[in-house]
């Protein structure tokens, strides 16, 4: 091929980065585009904590940007839950120690046209009706030379996928993703508000709590909830059920099992697109682990999880005569053996370790059940079940998808290949003698610092990236002066 030709090619075609669905789901696109069935497309991306981030472009500049990126900075990779840089990006290969970053240099989000969705809350008239609607596209990380962006945890997951291919299998998921939802009390728009993070905003309940499943409860809740629920079903997202959770203002959304990336992407777009709905209409949704909210209880997201066999698609967790197959307890066993550094990405927040409580429904050691919500790993189904599947209720619903799926996959293949015993079923959870879940995020950073698991499966580098940016968070939350310490200080001494 001669260069002037080359050149005229895509950036997209020049590197090979689609396959022939996203070049047909392309053309769709940008037909729909001339029929001018959209004004703006938000092109955007998860980062390392799972957080949409992008631009957004005309519609008629979509097309183009679509097969050739759209140019950001790559400190957006260097930041903490607070939006804080916390690598020297001006320095000799920007602290990442990669050329390509340093100085705040640009990658490329290459949009997935599969992923596109019309977005339906931004609709000037409602309804069915795509005029003044807001198209949207997920996007993968590329340098300008075409190589994958190493820090891009979607590409990290899809690496995962790809070694669980070579061994034969697919990865199937279904979410149960408990969050809260309030009603905005104070926005805190005040000048004074906006620190660095800025003020949280006041917020009130929309019912009190301790019903769990009550029909009366949820009828009083079901007019806001359902503000949420219509839009995530002309989404396209599976929803499977709404339901009303234990605490105040507390409810849980369940999705269909889907496979490969489609669950990550999933849990992408239900968070990010929950969170703008509540917001236009007076709310605030929150999937913090534990709100500093009077009265309001912890919230899990439960990953419920098999291997499909891509020769004959099969559970390949379903056996006729026992709950799981022998690669089924296998995978177990690497989850449970591996439980302490999974942690780091099941759970990647200071907030969410206050839900390893014992006799809370929540888990605080390795271990696994045939139904019992008191462990970690719950297993779910009966001998000759095709359904039978593990439940991991170890994750909190702020969790990067894409990290905690790659985990359980990192995680459940060190079990297949060094055939890993679980160990028997507990029966009395909080009482087990077994390895007890980290009690802070530094005690997971610590074992996932030391892990060769996941250093092998994630590499060296992306782990130690990943520490740096947690240990960042730990500093800063240790350098604070708590309201406990005043309390608890400041007149008695």
């Not at 696109?29 to 957004?56: N, P």
């Not at 291919?165 to 998921?173: C, M, P, V």
């Not at 009303?244 to 990336?261: A, I, R």
């Amino acid at each position: 091929m001669s260069s002037r030709a080359r050149s005229a090619m895509s950036f997209v075609e020049r590197h090979g980065l689609w396959t022939d669905e996203q070049f047909a789901a392309a053309a769709q696109l940008e037909r729909a585009i001339a029929d001018e069935a959209f004004d703006v497309v938000r092109f955007s991306f998860a980062d390392q904590h799972g957080v949409l981030r992008g631009k957004t472009m005309v519609a008629a500049q979509a097309p183009s940007v679509m097969r050739n990126g759209c140019t950001a900075t790559t400190t957006l990779l260097a930041k903490d839950t607070s939006h804080r840089t916390v690598f020297p990006v001006f320095t000799d290969g920007g602290g990442f120690g990669i050329a390509a970053m340093e100085g705040g240099a640009d990658f490329l989000m290459v949009a997935d046209p599969t992923t596109f969705r019309v977005l339906p809350w931004t609709s000037e008239r409602g309804g069915d009706d795509q005029s003044g609607r807001t198209g949207w596209l997920l996007c993968d990380l590329y340098f300008p030379d075409g190589t994958p962006v190493p820090f891009s945890t979607r590409q990290l997951y899809r690496d995962q996928l790809a070694r669980l291919a070579k061994a034969g299998f697919d990865y199937k998921a279904g979410l149960e993703v408990e969050f809260h939802l309030f009603r905005l009390v104070d926005p805190k728009l005040a000048p004074a508000d906006a620190t660095w993070p800025p003020q949280p905003p006041r917020v009130g309940l929309i019912s009190q709590g301790y019903q769990l499943l009550t029909e009366t409860r949820y009828d009083l809740m079901e007019p806001v909830v359902d503000l949420i629920r219509r839009d995530i079903v002309r989404l396209g997202l599976p929803l499977r059920s709404v339901e009303l959770e234990l605490g105040p203002s507390q409810c849980e959304f369940t999705f269909d099992p889907q496979v490969g990336l489609a669950p990550a992407d999933c849990m992408v777009l239900f968070r990010s697109a929950t969170k703008q709905i509540a917001r236009r209409h007076g709310l605030l949704a929150s999937f913090m682990c534990r709100p500093h909210v009077p009265n309001t209880l912890s919230s899990g997201w439960h990953l419920h999880q098999s291997l499909t066999d891509l020769k004959s698609r099969a559970n390949a967790f379903a056996a006729p005569d026992d709950m799981l197959s022998p690669l089924g307890r296998a995978f177990l066993a690497g989850l449970l053996a591996h439980a302490r550094a999974a942690a780091a990405f099941t759970t990647p927040t200071l907030n969410g370790y206050k839900r390893y409580r014992p006799y809370a429904l929540a888990p605080d050691r390795a271990i696994w059940s045939h139904d019992n919500r008191g462990v970690m790993v719950r297993v779910l189904g009966a001998p000759g079940d095709p359904a039978s599947h593990l439940e991991n209720r170890a994750g909190e619903p702020a969790a990067n998808p894409y990290l905690y799926m790659a985990s359980q996959i990192v995680a459940g293949l060190d079990g297949m290949a060094c055939k890993l015993d679980p160990g028997p079923s507990v029966d009395t959870p909080y009482e087990a003698t077994a390895e007890l879940l980290p009690k802070s995020l530094g005690q997971a950073l610590d074992a996932l610092r030391t892990s060769a698991c996941f250093r092998q499966g994630f590499g060296d580098a992306f782990v130690d990236y990943y520490l740096a940016i947690k240990d960042a968070e730990i500093a800063r939350f240790e350098s604070e002066v708590t309201d406990w310490e005043q309390r608890e200080y400041f007149d008695l001494f």
